[in-house]
């Protein structure tokens, strides 16, 4: 069955640069969800998107922004980046309301940045 | 303020007895509390859920317990086999919500001896 797709799955970045993730969801899925994991913590919820506009909005720094396109998918955009910025960053997507099926989660792409 | 709460960071049991993972709530909003499981580098992937008018769901070796008064829900895990070593997340969702974005614990670390 087809998964959540996520690109890149390793990111490399120096301080005040600019990254772009992004993430196939489900197809059919109508909902995408971006969280960031730092290290030993809890996933934390950013953004999300209902059929390609924005739904809801989490602790997304301003220098974050996101959008989803026509196609579904979806990219978060980061820039002037800061060492605290290193972390996972999970894309998982759902039919609305995911309810009692929760959503699926892509398997991440990890940002480091030096 | 962490709505979710996984108190214990780690647990360790001997293959082939009960896990019992533990977790706290303060929002009496929330409709719906689910289980994720992450093994390293990859996404949490959905494990059991449990709606708020339940108080128990099972799916084969996986039993999920609520008690609504208490605001604490646990997950079972019996028997335990080495594969079910793993980070454990609890999450919860306030269905009435426009996206169901997951509000998740810290985790729980699993570690299933042979």
């Known amino acids: 069955a087809a998964g959540v797709i996520q690109s890149p799955r390793h990111l490399i970045k120096e301080k005040r640069e600019t990254a772009t993730l992004k993430c196939y969801p489900i197809p059919r899925h109508d909902t995408v969800y971006w969280y960031q994991q730092g290290p030993g913590q809890d996933p934390q919820f950013l953004i999300s998107f209902y059929e390609k506009m924005q739904s809801d909005k989490g602790s997304i720094p301003d220098r974050f922004s996101a959008q989803q396109f026509s196609d579904y998918h979806s990219e978060l955009n980061m820039s002037s980046l800061e060492l605290g910025d290193s972390a996972l960053y999970f894309c998982?997507?759902?039919?609305?309301?995911?309810?009692?099926?929760?959503?699926?989660f892509g398997s991440g792409t990890r940002l480091t940045v030096v | 303020d962490q709505q979710v709460k996984q108190n214990s960071p780690s647990l360790s049991v001997q293959e082939g007895r009960i896990s019992i993972l533990n977790c706290d709530y303060t929002?009496?909003?929330?409709?719906?509390f689910l289980w994720y499981k992450k093994y390293p580098a990859e996404g949490p992937t959905f494990l059991i859920s449990?709606?708020?008018?339940?108080d128990k769901n099972e799916d084969g070796r996986f039993t999920v317990f609520l008690n609504k008064s208490a605001k604490h829900l646990s997950l079972h895990i019996v028997p335990s086999q080495p594969g079910d070593s793993a980070v454990y997340f609890c999450?919860?969702?306030?269905?009435?919500?426009?996206?169901?974005?997951?509000?998740f614990g810290q985790g729980t670390t699993l570690q299933v001896k042979p």
């Open positions: 929002n009496s909003m929330f409709d719906y």
């Open positions: 449990i709606s708020s008018i339940k």
């Open positions: 999450a919860a969702s306030v269905g009435s919500s426009n996206t169901g974005k997951l509000i």
């Open positions: 998982a997507s759902s039919l609305s309301p995911a309810g009692i099926y929760g959503y699926t």
